[in-house]
């Protein structure tokens, strides 16, 4: 008994020496990431965030200036249009694109002839340059020789010219439908993979239960692939929510910022090099986008719950 | 049109004009060039890196790079030309100075220059300045006031000027007798209304947030409306000669003068509208005439070109020259200096000119045969009697940011698309344009 009694401590020592080299291990590991997460994410996370109060410009790091550049963003008009068409564009489009995404993910989960060339060809959109895509739209919509007036014309429905991009009522939608055209198949491809792991079980016993098809979606699609849609509207949330090129291939934030959005807003400000207030627009997005991956992160966590 | 559309003409263009050949033979003429012009002074030594801005040319572009390597290698200097994008000039630019990166030589428009020369971040060059102007017949009046816009001296060696031309199709208004060019911008609607026969329109101007929208500020500027005050500090624009400005272009809108789409034109917007019929009138610097002389002669052919109209005020047909500039951060601020001199000499400039579409900064140039051509002589004209940067506004960086912002575009947008008042669309244009000339105080 006292030999035994005498080498516990030992053993102990050993075990606790091999927990804290196995813990120092870890943190051995997980230090290059860290360190890549703060040297490329944190850093200038914060350096923007510093600059948005001070006077920076190009070649001059300025002075501290308090909320000046918050006060002349808040002030100045194409701002508070640029924050409701922002979120206009977010919201619109990522109903439009939960709807065309998920609605071609079920068709494209069934058992059709050719499913893996349809697969494919929804792919393009996807996979098309941004400016290319845009650069498209914008011809389409053009008010002479554009396709869209050009396919009402021909077809009888309507022979005047519509001005698509060069009126309030007509360039956001039109901006909008790019963006969907051009976003939904990302919606779409991450459905079809959700739907794919939905065992086929839980669908017979709603059968089995008399449950019909819309209710079998309600009770089983929609409850499986919950999680996978909201980090779906979360990623395109903010994908939507600072793209660039839509709008600016598309209207430059117009006519009468009717298109204007943050990171149109914030472009101005770079050109006259004025990264202090640059870095105020995009500094302004925070909150938002903040808010945004709050409620996400929040459903997902009830979820796991 | 203004720098930054004529610098997205450019990306439209960019694939039309040069060739091969021309290419090629634009290399010999530099070893030619460099072998017969040895530079005034060389020190330092090492590689000198160049920037030089891209244009619409190949054979303009290939020219200058072959003459600064030929240079180099006549000099002893190891040279490395980088041909930018001028559309990304100003981002380049940006991120080169913040990260100590810049060229030791480089080629910008206006505004940059302005922006740097404010910052410190230039060589300034009142020596060479100097210099080149006595060896070439001394600076047009109009260059020399560009040059000198800024404090702490000439920061710019300019070497070549853009500005609009009137373009008018002469064949559809001789048709309904009227003879080219119109002298005032009423004129312009007025024809515009007798001519034009949808979808060919009258006015093919860009009211939207592009460089060319800009062009609005010239034609209220000539309607005798002003941006800011003398000193440049307090913004003017509410004012009768204002609304009498944006009475006669919401009139024009409502008659449906201009062809649909203005309000979001992008840069390329005029050049595509007039090339395919579109337009009777547009604003433009020659990329059209370049690409209607290769692509459709008979287009050319019908074409006048003329200075822009005049307001009830007068006339404003800004230049706009490029510069050559040295930042502080040089590696050998004399052999810049002297490659600088060297691309001045009168051989090369002209063999320039005659594939790139740009007026002349020096006098000595003037008996360039290219300047006979119509787009070169309009060039010309517009060097002699145009009007300063802003002028009769002062070019200072407030002007620049308000230009910017495209404030004058989006005060006739709030009224020909939001039907806002005259009274309203300038309340807001001033308060806005307060607000950009207030930071500069």
């Given at each position: 008994m006292a030999v035994i009694a005498s080498r516990r401590p030992t053993e102990r020592r050993v075990l606790l020496t091999f927990a804290r080299r196995n813990a120092l291990w870890g943190y051995l590991f997980v230090l290059p990431a860290c360190a890549i997460l703060l040297g490329l994410v944190a850093y200038p996370f914060f350096y923007a965030i510093f600059i948005s109060f001070t006077s920076r410009v190009v070649g001059d790091p300025g002075e501290w200036v308090g909320l000046a550049n918050f006060r002349y963003l808040f002030g100045w008009s194409s701002f508070t249009k640029a924050v409701r068409n922002t979120i206009v564009l977010v919201v619109v489009s990522d109903i439009l694109k939960l709807v065309i995404g998920l609605g071609l993910a079920l068709i494209l989960n069934?058992?059709?002839?050719?499913r893996g060339l349809f697969r494919s060809f929804m792919l393009l959109p996807w996979a098309m340059p941004a400016f290319v895509a845009f650069l498209t739209w914008r011809l389409l919509f053009m008010?002479?020789?554009?396709g869209i007036n050009l396919l009402l014309s021909e077809s009888g429905l309507y022979t005047d010219i519509i001005d698509w991009l060069g009126q309030r009522s007509t360039a956001m939608p039109a901006v909008i439908i790019a963006t969907v055209w051009r976003g939904f198949p990302f919606w779409c491809i991450s459905f079809l993979a959700a739907l794919q792991t939905v065992p086929s079980e839980l669908y017979e016993a709603a059968k089995i239960d008399g449950a019909n098809a819309w209710q079998r979606f309600l009770a089983v699609t929609l409850p499986s692939i919950r999680q996978v849609i909201l980090i779906v509207v979360l990623l395109s949330s903010i994908w939507t929510a600072n793209s660039f090129e839509n709008i600016w291939i598309m209207t430059q934030g117009g006519p009468s910022d009717a298109t204007m959005v943050f990171p149109v807003l914030a472009y101005f400000g770079m050109q006259s090099q004025r990264l202090g207030e640059a870095a105020a627009v995009s500094v302004a997005m925070i909150p938002v986008l903040a808010l945004l991956v709050i409620v996400v992160t929040t459903l997902m966590r009830e979820d796991e719950a | 049109m203004t720098g930054d559309s004529r610098i997205t003409r450019r990306r439209f263009l960019g694939g039309v004009a040069g060739g091969g050949a021309a290419v090629l033979g634009g290399g010999r003429l530099a070893e030619a060039l460099a072998a017969k012009s040895a530079p005034a002074v060389i020190q330092g030594g090492g590689k000198l890196t160049y920037w030089g801005g891209l244009i619409f040319s190949d054979e303009a572009n290939q020219l200058l790079v072959d003459t600064i390597n030929a240079w180099g290698k006549e000099n002893g200097i190891e040279t490395e030309v980088v041909m930018i994008n001028q559309n990304e000039t100003n981002q380049k630019v940006s991120a080169a100075v913040e990260s100590g990166t810049m060229p030791d030589a480089l080629d910008m428009g206006l505004d940059l220059l302005l922006l740097l020369s404010n910052t410190d971040q230039l060589v300034p060059l009142d020596d060479l300045y100097d210099r080149i102007g006595q060896a070439h017949g001394g600076w047009y009046e109009s260059i020399d006031a560009s040059a000198s816009l800024f404090p702490g001296g000439r920061t710019g060696i300019p070497f070549g000027s853009s500005g609009n031309l009137l373009f008018s199709r002469r064949d559809v208004l001789e048709a309904k007798g009227l003879t080219p060019p119109p002298q005032t911008w009423q004129e312009v609607s007025d024809w515009s209304a007798q001519a034009q026969d949808p979808p060919l329109y009258g006015m093919g101007f860009a009211l939207s947030n592009v460089g060319d929208g800009n062009l609005q500020i010239s034609v209220l500027q000539s309607y005798g409306g002003r941006i800011a005050d003398d000193e440049g500090k307090t913004v003017t624009i509410k004012s009768e000669e204002t609304r009498e400005y944006l009475q006669w272009v919401s009139d024009a809108y409502k008659a449906g003068l201009f062809p649909p789409g203005v309000t979001t034109w992008d840069g390329a917007g005029d050049n595509q509208a007039y090339l395919s019929g579109q337009a009777i009138f547009i604003a433009n610097t020659g990329s059209v005439y370049l690409t209607a002389k290769e692509d459709d002669p008979e287009l050319e052919a019908a074409t006048h070109y003329a200075p822009l109209p005049a307001g009830p005020k007068g006339r404003i047909s800004p230049i706009n020259p490029n510069f050559r500039a040295i930042p502080k951060?040089?590696?050998d601020v004399e052999a810049a200096k002297a490659l600088i001199e060297y691309l001045a000499n009168p051989e090369f400039m002209e063999a320039y000119y005659n594939v790139a579409i740009y007026g002349p900064v020096l006098k000595g140039y003037e008996g360039f045969e290219v300047f006979t051509n119509p787009v070169h002589s309009g060039l010309l004209d517009l060097v002699k009697n145009g009007t300063a940067p802003g002028a009769p506004d002062v070019y200072n960086t407030a002007f620049a940011d308000f230009s910017a912002n495209f404030i004058v575009p989006k005060m006739v947008q709030r009224v020909v698309i939001d039907g806002v008042s005259l009274d309203d669309a300038m309340d807001e244009a001033q308060q806005q344009g307060q607000a950009i000339y207030d930071k500069y105080k």
């Open positions: 069934e058992r059709i002839r050719g008010p002479i020789g554009g | 951060t040089s590696r």
